[in-house]
């Protein structure tokens, strides 16, 4: 039976556990690839700065897979002199291993951070986090630099980790594993969906977390709800951010295969929110029914769904007065524009990122609301369905073409692109002052 639906669920779920330190001065550390989307929401929840922690095992240099330390940032280094003495290890055997390494290092940094400076961990408190623990090396080594470099109190959690584990840790000061397993399957066992992180969402983790503190710093308030809104007998779940004041809320239509979770949907949203614009991040389906593919590409169901959250927007009284948008994404884009040309629904703009707006077919010519199609240059099939569907529409509609970018958008920058586009579109058509009359 899996404890977790993914790693956002658990990350929120361990936040809940780490609540006491919202008090201190917290940095939280994730460990690449996986552990970063769980630290994201922790960061979230105690309302702390994010980073990333990156290590590297010193290899011996007959033997790589037998390590005789680990290096991290900032000169960080850990070894095994036990292990050194026995294989005998020359100092110009382990300075050519470590300078490998720390070039490797050094790279991983770089993709991840895109030119932003590490974060201090001098006198602060070292929440390091992974998705879980099986033989806990990594998770000791990084304990080891986060104190090299400068923590106070070094706290490892994570969602779950074997029982005999835990209590043989002694590089950590605590530990806080939601789950303690007797009987340890794999990490992945104790997951719904334990799909692979990619270097891409980690760099739009660290984006959006960036971007929230920011705003934090500028004075910008807001409020985080977990929402549910009962639509076809059934619940549809959602997260729903709202600034203050709220003007404006753009609802997410996510496409196949994707959630509200999603890394690249939640990045976006981060980009919205620095602009002053509510989101609504909302699952149309239950994971019930998406076990079923027909309902994923029933653009008319998914189209009502999205007309309910919108009445369920305009039925709340912090909402009520709101303008709305839809950014939709792939199939997502064809309900958005299908829900957009029902005349009771009130839909005051339209984003649609590596979208499938012909899935709306002969429903476009009824859109009224500005429509911007934004398209990665390399997803050629996709491009000419955009035109195509752009010959249909009556609405003011403008077509992006985003050099380089394939249908995800996973090449470095594009993302960021296409988000700073809807950015500039919501803004013109949802917030006060717009120039949209122009």
Known sequence: MYEFLDRVDAGRKLGLMLERFRAEDVLVLGLPR???????????????????IVVRKLGLPFQPEVAMGAIGEGGARVLNQRVISLAGVTEDDLEAVERRERVRLE??????????????????????????????????????????????????????????????LSEPDQVYSLISARNFQAVGYYYRDFSPTTDEEVVQLLDAAALRERLAGAGAAGTDQDVEIAVDGVALHGDLHLPEPCNAVVVFAHGSGSSRHSPRNRYV???????????????????????????????????????????????????????????????GAGA????????????????????????????????????????????????????????????????EVVPGATHLFEEPGTLTEAATLAREWFARYLLPGSQAGN
Not at 124 to 142: C, E, Y
Not at 312 to 328: E, H, I, M, P, Q
């Open 34 to 52: 996986g552990g970063v989307p769980v630290a994201a929401e922790v960061a979230k929840a105690l309302n702390a700065p994010l980073d990333v």
């Open 269 to 331: 949203a981060s980009v919205l929110q620095g602009a002053g614009l509510g989101t609504l991040l909302l699952d149309l389906l239950t994971p019930a029914e998406e076990m079923d593919r027909g309902n994923v590409f029933d653009i008319a169901l998914l189209a009502e769904r999205l007309a309910a959250a919108t009445r369920w927007l305009n039925g709340r009284s912090d909402t009520a007065g709101c303008k709305v948008g839809y950014f939709g994404a792939s199939t």
């Open 107 to 168: 790279s991983r940094l770089e993709r991840y951070r895109q030119g932003r400076p590490r974060k201090g961990l001098a006198g602060r408190t070292a929440i390091i986090v992974d998705d879980g623990i099986a033989t806990g090396s990594t998770a000791r080594v990084a304990c080891q630099v986060a104190r090299h470099l400068g923590a106070a109190k070094v706290i490892l959690a994570v969602p779950v980790a074997p029982a005999d584990a835990v209590g043989t």
């Open 336 to 399: 958005a524009l299908w829900a957009a040309a029902d005349p009771d629904t009130e839909v005051d703009a339209v984003v649609s990122r590596g979208g499938r707006p012909d899935l709306a077919g002969p429903r476009l010519a009824a859109v009224r609301a500005p429509t911007l199609l934004v398209v990665g240059g390399a997803d050629t099939q996709v491009l000419a369905l955009n035109r195509q569907a752009m010959d249909r529409m009556r609405a003011p509609v403008r077509l």
